[in-house]
């Protein structure tokens, strides 16, 4: 998930087989986990209680001690409730909405010959955006999907693309911005919507870096620029030292 080659399909189906496995572990893995644990416990000579005994809470008389065994307080009240917590992490930042939104966008991704296209699912993601989309446009976006795929795969200029960034800019330089308007806004909406991306997160990180304490007076002007250097540091990486000192 952390990588910045990572593709947005590959990565929501990591997600979802993530939390199967999950789902899968608190339905099933108890037992499987328990006998781990035992194991482990008789290798090192640990004492293992039984799990049907009264479990008492250190520093509780023992007459005000609930009606629960060991096996409820470990099952229930730690494992359940740990892997309840991923789940519960995971439905709230990869809910339905967001990964059918995600899964759309990894349609429009040039790689290997644009094989992720897909044109409903990308009719699918200008219906997301009713603002910016009306239905009239929404019918003429899928003639113009049909025309685009087959136009980029028999370009030369198209073939080597990377990403979504280099499919705008390669769009702008042959002018196909002009003639395909409405991918080309799909395409500028795909690019601003990831604003959790590590990427992102590594320019919000570098803030702290740039912006310490005992520079905490920068202006933003300074601080933009600054953090430009920071976040691009390969760019600037393939800079030699005689070219920014000629410059200046």
Request: hydrophobic share 40%; aromatic share 10%; with cysteine.
């Amino acid at each position: 998930m952390q990588k910045k080659d990572q593709n947005i399909a590959n990565a929501m189906k990591l997600v979802q087989v993530t939390r199967q496995l999950l789902e899968s572990m608190r339905n099933d893995g108890w037992d499987s986990l328990l006998d781990k644990t035992r194991a482990f416990c008789v290798k090192h000579s640990i004492s293992i209680p039984n799990m049907d005994d009264k479990w008492v809470l250190s520093g509780r008389p023992r007459r005000n001690v609930e009606q629960r065994t060991y096996e409820f307080h470990y099952r229930v009240e730690i494992f359940y409730t740990v892997v309840d917590l991923h789940l519960e992490e995971f439905r709230r930042c990869f809910s339905e909405t967001n990964t059918e939104l995600l899964t759309c966008i990894s349609c429009l991704s040039p790689c290997d010959q644009f094989s992720a296209f897909d044109q409903f699912k990308l009719v699918r993601l200008a219906q997301f955006y009713p603002d910016d989309f009306s239905d009239f446009e929404i019918v003429a976006l899928e003639h113009q999907l049909a025309n685009y795929v087959l136009d980029v795969q028999s370009d030369e200029a198209f073939q080597v693309l990377k990403g979504l960034g280099d499919l705008c800019r390669v769009m702008v330089e042959t002018k196909k911005d002009i003639t395909y308007p409405l991918v080309f806004r799909l395409l500028k909406l795909a690019l601003i919507l990831p604003v959790s991306t590590a990427t992102v997160e590594r320019a919000f990180s570098a803030m702290k870096i740039v912006k310490s304490r005992l520079r905490n007076r920068m202006c933003n002007p300074f601080l933009n620029d600054c953090l430009v250097c920071c976040i691009e540091k390969d760019v600037f990486d393939s800079i030699s030292n005689d070219a920014i000192m000629y410059r200046f």
